[in-house]
């Protein structure tokens, strides 16, 4: 486990405490540590605060699916699936479709 890097990331997170792309990557650390009580409290809190942060939602449903909460993961995938729609990131769409489809068996 990588404490440094955690610990580098919350250091910046005091000077930035609403950084999507720093809470973001704090997430993944609790992520890959199996924290995912804290990484979900994170990824919650960037789309919160900014909702076109889309690779927040993929990783956040990917937690949900993990953890059996099938009908959470597909709530937020759909909803990245109609915000990376509406600012034309189709890459984006079709990632979160694609887990979507697999995990709705549709």
Do not use: C
């Amino acid at each position: 486990m990588d404490m440094e890097r955690i610990e580098k990331l919350l250091s910046f997170l005091k000077d930035s405490p609403d950084d999507s792309f720093l809470l973001h990557a704090l997430a993944l650390e609790y992520i890959k540590e199996g924290n995912d009580q804290e990484a979900r409290r994170l990824l919650e809190k960037v789309l919160e605060r900014d909702p076109s942060y889309l690779g927040s939602y993929y990783q956040l449903a990917k937690l949900l699916e993990r953890n059996g909460e099938i009908a959470g993961a597909l709530l937020w995938y759909q909803r990245g699936m109609d915000v990376a729609n509406t600012v034309g990131n189709r890459n984006t769409y079709q990632e979160l479709y694609t887990a979507w489809e697999e995990l709705s068996g549709e």
